[in-house]
């Protein structure tokens, strides 16, 4: 089913947290790559899918931010706190830096829980295949598809295998056109034969710490469009002021308004989520919540929409 990935910054794990039971009954698994030195946002995330009995993958190595030198940190926060927790996958991820040594060593580290290979750039697909042998089958197998071509993925056939595929398309918001195609993968993963699909909601795969000055903000909002065999596609809603990065909620304001127009119109084909209800209650306060609220929202309203697509298919 759906994979979604979260880097550990503040607002991604606060979806999570908040959205723990919405993920448990659609089926869904988050992906955590820790980025922040504190592990407390982390913790509160996987005992909130814990306490839900939902499942997700909590990544040991990251590749970015404050633990990409330390894999040992993560890994014993999982020991001490999350032990007995089996609904917890550890993930390994596998980027072009990594041997074929290196994954066996994290395979046989971490027997004791279930196990998911994230391949994101690792080169050695056959070796690989090949030191695992049978055990191939008991490891979950996640592909970057940017990464990760049907010659790669071709060793592992036999077993449980997903595609990450990153549907935004990171530029500044000035940039960002009306409206663009993100993905058909979740109609069209059993045809990849994939057993599952991610993506990295509306903050795409891009990683940095943190944002500049926002001359233009943006409300991103995915939808999906039975008209065109469902695709999925998303809206940008840009302020109309883009000169200086002065007045972030007065933009904020003028970006709402253009989302509130679209959502008025008889034929839209925004979901009206949870996520929406609570932009439109934003508009009729004149509130403005802070632009890590609004990414928040955003990325609500693509698993809500997501999660009502597989409810009604």
Request: aromatic share 10%; proline share 4%.
């Amino acid at each position: 089913m759906y994979y979604p990935y979260f880097r550990g910054k503040q607002n991604e794990l606060i979806t999570i947290r908040e959205n723990a039971q919405l993920l448990k009954d659609a089926g869904f698994v988050p992906i955590i790559e820790p980025v922040k030195n504190s592990l407390s946002g982390l913790t509160k995330a996987i005992t909130a899918i814990v306490e839900a009995e939902g499942r997700l993958i909590v990544i040991i190595n990251p590749f970015y931010g404050d633990h990409s030198n330390d894999d040992k940190i993560i890994f014993s926060c999982l020991q001490n706190e999350f032990d007995h927790c089996h609904n917890i996958s550890a993930g390994i991820l596998l980027t072009e830096q990594h041997s074929v040594d290196d994954a066996i060593e994290y395979y046989n580290r971490l027997k004791d829980y279930e196990i998911t290979f994230i391949h994101a750039g690792f080169t050695e697909a056959k070796l690989l295949a090949q030191a695992l042998g049978e055990n191939i089958t008991l490891c979950r197998h996640i592909f970057q598809e940017e990464d990760c071509g049907k010659l790669y993925q071709k060793h592992f056939r036999k077993a449980n295998k997903v595609l990450l595929r990153d549907g935004f398309e990171k530029r500044t918001n000035r940039k960002h056109p009306p409206t663009e195609f993100f993905s058909d993968l979740h109609a069209t993963y059993e045809d990849e034969n994939m057993e599952g699909f991610g993506d990295f909601l509306i903050v795409g795969n891009d990683y940095s710490e943190g944002g500049g000055p926002a001359y233009s903000v943006a409300i991103h909002l995915t939808f999906i469009d039975p008209e065109k065999d469902y695709e999925m596609h998303v809206h940008h809603f840009k302020s109309i002021r883009q000169d200086d990065p002065k007045d972030p909620a007065g933009k904020f304001g003028e970006a709402l308004d253009k989302m509130i127009n679209e959502l008025n119109r008889p034929n839209t084909k925004i979901l009206h989520t949870s996520a929406v209800s609570e932009f439109v209650q934003l508009h009729k306060k004149g509130h403005f919540p802070g632009l890590g609220y609004v990414k928040k929202l955003s990325m609500r309203h693509h698993i809500e929409t997501l999660a009502n697509y597989f409810e009604t298919q």
